[in-house]
């Protein structure tokens, strides 16, 4: 029994788990994976079965699913192989993406719009919109086609997962603009990826279903469906199937490897299922080059224009009174918005 076996693996979920212990296991399986494979990939001798590696593996999947704060390019999940990966490598954003800043009260919010007013000498017209509860990301498009996709990360880089986004349909992989637009040269845009709570229900049955751990919510969700290896898992299902042709001369090697296969195979298309329920929302504009843009809201016309989603429930309003309107109506109504918001 290898010492990561011995360790008792803490449910995700339990309220009596505290990070301390879920880290502790994090780290006995990404010390158990890499070890495994430097015996396999460098040393030709390997120290476990297939079967047991693919246990480990998955479960440090869910346990990253579920604690996405866990999830680092020194993850066995971050790599291929013995190798880096060029999926997550880092991805310098064209201009930083910024924090918002907060108001949580009434009082807050008029001493905000004071300084605003007296800022621009005057009461200007505002533009509304819900804050998605998801997974913050910079997408880059040059000449129309998308050129990378990456995640917030510290607002100056994060990490690319440009090849996770072709599975993902509101993330176009080229810009298809209505007649009497022109695509910009370059366009850099701000977004949200996440879940519906349709969606995210759905999922959750399935997790349970399988006897998997559900996630603890959309966000966490959306986080770890976005930074899943689907190239990893489409490399591993090849070499297995590789492996299985070599062996078809012997029956019990070949019935295991078509059982790995299967399981695989599963755990891509389930992989593949979360990625493809994921949305996305434009919510901001970075670099531009080739076209002049005046106000937020003539750029949200611009993207949907371009075909980018925006946000339907993004308004313009002429005065202070309609942003308080505009609070309280979806404080009382965000249960009736398709995904989670946390925020106006």
């Not at 590696?53 to 291929?80: C, H, K």
């Not at 080739?290 to 309003?317: C, D, F, R």
Request: glycine content about 6%; charged content about 25%; overall charge negative.
């Amino acid at each position: 029994m290898s010492d990561v076996e011995s360790t008792q693996a803490p449910s995700a979920t339990s309220e009596t788990a505290g990070l301390a212990e879920i880290r502790e296991r994090w780290s006995a399986l990404v010390a158990a994976i890499n070890d495994a494979r430097a015996a396999y990939y460098r040393r030709d001798a390997p120290t476990i079965s297939d079967d047991e590696y693919d246990r480990l593996f998955r479960e440090l999947i869910e346990l990253e699913a579920s604690w996405p704060e866990l999830q680092s390019g020194d993850s066995p999940t971050a790599s291929v192989g013995g190798d880096v990966a060029a999926m997550f490598a880092p991805v310098q954003h064209l201009q930083r993406m910024f924090s918002l800043d907060n108001v949580f009260s009434q009082d807050e919010l008029a001493e905000w719009l004071q300084r605003v007013e007296k800022s621009l000498d005057g009461e200007p017209e505002f533009l509304c919109e819900l804050k998605i509860d998801g997974l913050a990301v910079d997408a880059v498009y040059r000449h129309g086609r998308l050129a990378s996709l990456a995640t917030r990360g510290d607002g100056t880089t994060g990490e690319d997962v440009t090849y996770n986004s072709s599975f993902i349909e509101d993330v176009p992989a080229m810009l298809r603009p209505r007649e009497g637009h022109e695509v910009p040269d370059l366009l850099e845009v701000r977004g949200e990826v996440f879940f519906t709570n349709a969606f995210f229900e759905q999922l959750n049955e399935e997790q349970l279903a399988l006897h998997l751990t559900p996630f603890a919510n959309p966000r966490n969700a959306a986080a770890g469906s976005l930074r899943q290896r689907i190239d990893r898992r489409e490399q591993d299902l090849a070499t297995a199937q590789d492996g299985v042709v070599l062996q078809q001369g012997e029956p019990a090697q070949s019935d295991r490897g078509q059982a790995r296969i299967d399981r695989l195979r599963s755990d891509l298309e389930r992989a593949i299922v979360r990625l493809s329920g994921l949305r996305f929302t434009v919510h901001g504009i970075g670099q531009v080059d080739g076209v002049s843009i005046s106000t937020l809201s003539e750029g949200y016309e611009l993207l949907a224009n371009l075909g980018l989603p925006v946000s339907a429930q993004a308004k313009v309003v002429p005065n202070a009174q309609d942003v308080r309107a505009f609070i309280e109506h979806f404080g009382e109504h965000r249960h009736d918005v398709e995904h989670d918001i946390d925020g106006v």
